[in-house]
């Protein structure tokens, strides 16, 4: 099992370009979750979906952010337009309490 | 909702002394509280974690204590080793809710 993985591995971005992170949960896992990692916010929680659902969205912190799920074994997040503030290191994982991905870390300048 | 404090945010302990790293929680319904080792570059791993009706856990040279009263928790490491050196996170949730509270984490660096 090759455990989650995520893509990009490091994202530079300028300020108002459209970023995409990509996630590819464990097979067989019905649940994805999408966290930011900040030093001064720590890990926070963004969305999280069962089966593909949406369940609890309230982490997101504007919509400039958005979540989607086509797939058992695809998520995508997305920020439109992208600000320095949003650098940080993106992680996502398939299990409520575990098996996190190696994250992107996101520039934006 | 719930708050969780980490203590202290870093700590250096000498090759094969004890580590204690401690967190607090605020919210009483929290019955689940997992520890993670977060190495560089990668995301952070479960080591261990203990449900509200035990106090304490031990796998091998990792033992986590609670103490449900006083709402604080704690992660014990016996004979650390260079390998250890890491950032270590707990958390609080309630079992099944799906949301996890995490601390701040704590950097550990274990000294040859």
């Known amino acids: 099992d090759a455990g989650v993985i995520q893509s990009p591995r490091h994202e530079v971005t300028e300020m108002g370009q459209e970023v995409t992170l990509r996630c590819k949960p464990i097979s067989g896992h019905n649940s994805l979750f999408w966290y930011r990692q900040t030093m001064m916010r720590g890990l926070e929680l963004l969305i999280y979906f069962n089966n593909n659902v949406p369940i609890d969205d309230s982490g997101m912190p504007e919509d400039r952010f958005s979540a989607k799920m086509p797939n058992a074994s695809f998520s995508t997040l997305k920020i439109q337009p992208s600000e320095p503030r949003d650098s940080a290191v993106y992680f996502c994982?398939?299990?409520?309490?575990?098996?996190f991905g190696s994250g992107t870390r996101l520039t934006v300048v | 909702g719930e708050n969780v404090e980490q203590h202290p945010s870093t700590l250096s302990v000498q090759e094969g002394d004890s580590a204690v790293i401690k967190c607090t929680y605020s919210?009483?319904?929290?019955?689940?509280f997992p520890w993670y080792k977060q190495e560089l570059g990668k995301g952070p791993q479960l080591i261990i974690d203990i449900r509200s009706n035990v106090g304490e856990k031990k796998d091998q040279r990792i033992a986590v204590t609670l103490n449900k009263t006083a709402k604080h928790f704690s992660l014990h490491i016996t004979e650390t080793q260079p390998e250890d050196s890491a950032v270590y996170f707990c958390?609080?949730?309630?079992?099944?809710?799906?949301?996890?509270?995490f601390g701040q984490g704590t950097r550990l660096t274990i000294n040859p």
């Open positions: 919210d009483s319904a929290s019955n689940y």
């Open positions: 994982a398939s299990r409520w309490d575990d098996a």
């Open positions: 958390a609080a949730s309630i079992w099944g809710a799906q949301k996890l509270v």
